[in-house]
């Protein structure tokens, strides 16, 4: 026993390796503590960088603010001339049907005795680009089988109404005219007079 004691005097450390491994002087699970605490911190220090570098970016955009450009909806698509024709009307009344601006601005314009107009290639069913067929003398849409006769008016398939018209005008030195955010029914056309008196 006392040479035990003795051993012990001399080596402090003798204790603490007896006692077995994975034993120390703290309480359990205070590094699982540390852990949580330190986790806790990091986390709120990251959400504070967050705050503050997502202010700085919205004053710095406030400093240059973001202009939308909207593409023109007004267009000049040549003169009265440019759209003659000397052949006859069909049983509906039109002369011709130009197509050249369906493929880019969405409309047709249409050449009658005494007007010209323009009709929106836009199926009256669901929305459906319309296609001009020149032997048929007719538009038809892909999507739902709707057809139109060549002054836009319909007869066949789910369409309820006829193609609807855009607004067409001369400026001060006889160009022609096409706003495209101005869309009219054929019956608002017809009252509005949205054509090109050719009389």
């Known amino acids: 026993m006392k040479k035990e004691a003795v ?22 699970g205070a590094s699982r503590r540390e852990f949580l605490q330190k986790g806790i911190s990091v986390a709120g220090w990251g959400a ?11 004053t710095v955009r ?9 593409p023109p909806s007004v267009f000049q698509i040549g003169r009265v001339e440019d759209f003659l024709s000397t052949e006859a ?23 009658e005795p005494g007007r010209i107009y323009s009709l929106y290639a ?20 892909p999507c739902h089988g709707s057809e139109f006769h060549s002054d836009g008016r319909e007869f066949a398939g789910p369409a309820p109404r006829p ?10 030195e006889d160009n022609i005219l096409v706003d495209t955010r101005v869309v009219l029914t054929a019956r608002e056309f017809e009252k509005k007079k949205a054509y090109i008196d050719l009389a």
């Open 7 to 28: 051993q012990l005097a001399q080596d402090p450390t003798a204790e603490s390796a007896s006692a077995g491994p994975g034993t120390t002087g703290e309480p359990a």
């Open 48 to 58: 504070l960088s967050i705050g503050i570098g997502a202010g700085s970016y919205q």
């Open 122 to 141: 836009r199926c009256t069913h669901l929305g459906c680009t319309v296609n001009w067929f020149p032997g048929l003398r007719i538009f038809k849409c």
């Open 62 to 70: 406030f400093f240059f603010p973001s202009v939308v450009f909207h």
């Open 89 to 111: 009307p069909d049983p509906h009344g039109v002369i011709s049907v130009d197509s050249r601006f369906k493929p880019e601005l969405r409309f047709f314009v249409v050449r």
């Open 163 to 172: 193609l609807d018209r855009l607004m067409i005008s001369l400026d001060s």
